[in-house]
C-alpha cells in the first residue's frame, strides 16, 4: 500500500481563487512527480524534483501553477488564480530513483473549480 | 503529440476469459514500459512492467507481450476476475533520474461473472 499521503482529498474553489494542496512522498523516496489526471483520464505530467531541486516541468501555463518540495517539509501544488479546466484529479507520485523505478501514488486531490 | 496510445478503449469480457489489452509507442527511446492499473475512485498502482530487452513478462494471471520491432506491446488477463474491473494505463519511461512517465489513454476493462 501506497504511504504517498496528500491532502486535502477534495478542493472546491470559486474561478480565480487560489487552490493549493500538498504531498507528503513515502519515507526514503528523493524524487516526486506531480501529475493531472483530467475528467478523460489523461495523464497530464506537471513537475519532478529531486530532494528540493526540480529536475523537469512543462511550461506551467501564464504561470499560474507553482510547485515546491522543501525540505522538512510537505511538497506542495498551487495554483495562483484558479480556472475551471483545472478541474481535474492532482496525483502526487514518489520513487526512490526516477519513473525508471515504481511510481508510489498518492489518493490525489480531486480540485473542482466552480 | 500521444506518444503511447492504447487500444480499445473499453473492453467487456465474461469471467474465466482472456483480455487482451494493446498498446503502442513512438519514440525509440523509451526502455521501460510499467502497466498502472486504477480502480473508481483510487489511485493508479503498478500492476506489471517490462523493459526492452525480454519480449514477455508474466506475473500470475497477468502476461506482457513485447515487440520491440513494431513498437508494439499487449497486457494479457487469463481467466479474468470480476475483481480485474478496473482501467489499465500503458505508461513508457526513457529512464534517468529526471526520467517521466507518458501515459496512455487507458482502457477500461468490465468482467461479467
Known amino acids: 500500500n501506497s504511504k504517498v499521503i496528500q491532502t486535502p482529498r477534495y478542493l472546491v474553489k470559486g474561478q480565480g481563487q487560489k487552490a493549493k494542496m500538498r504531498c507528503i512522498p513515502e519515507?526514503?523516496?528523493?524524487?516526486v512527480f506531480w501529475y493531472q489526471q483530467n475528467k478523460n483520464n489523461e495523464f497530464k505530467f506537471l513537475i519532478n524534483?529531486?530532494?528540493?531541486?526540480?529536475?523537469?516541468q512543462i511550461d506551467m501555463t501564464e504561470k499560474r501553477f507553482s510547485a515546491e518540495c522543501p525540505s522538512n517539509s510537505p511538497c506542495s501544488l498551487e495554483i495562483q488564480s484558479s480556472e475551471a479546466g483545472d478541474s481535474a484529479l492532482y496525483l502526487c507520485?514518489?520513487?526512490?530513483?526516477?519513473?525508471?523505478?515504481?511510481?508510489?501514488f498518492g489518493s490525489g486531490t480531486r480540485l473542482t473549480v466552480l | 503529440q500521444q506518444q503511447v496510445r492504447q487500444s480499445p478503449q473499453s473492453l467487456t469480457v465474461w469471467e474465466g476469459e482472456t483480455a487482451i489489452l494493446n498498446c503502442s509507442y513512438e519514440?525509440?527511446?523509451?526502455?521501460?514500459f510499467p502497466w498502472y492499473w486504477q480502480f473508481p475512485r483510487e489511485s493508479p498502482a503498478l500492476l506489471i512492467a517490462?523493459?526492452?530487452?525480454?519480449n514477455k513478462k508474466e506475473d500470475g494471471r497477468f502476461t506482457i507481450f513485447f515487440n520491440k520491432r513494431e513498437k508494439k506491446l499487449s497486457l494479457h488477463i487469463t481467466d479474468s476476475q470480476p475483481g480485474d474491473s478496473a482501467t489499465y494505463f500503458c505508461?513508457?519511461?526513457?529512464?534517468?533520474?529526471?526520467?517521466?512517465?507518458?501515459f496512455g489513454e487507458g482502457t477500461q476493462v468490465t468482467v461479467i461473472s
Open positions: 519514440d525509440s527511446t523509451f526502455d521501460y
Open positions: 517490462i523493459r526492452p530487452v525480454s
Open positions: 507520485a514518489s520513487s526512490l530513483q526516477g519513473s525508471a523505478e515504481t511510481l508510489y
Open positions: 519515507k526514503g523516496h528523493p524524487v
Open positions: 505508461a513508457a519511461n526513457t529512464g534517468g533520474l529526471s526520467g517521466k512517465l507518458t
Open positions: 524534483f529531486q530532494n528540493q531541486e526540480v529536475l523537469q
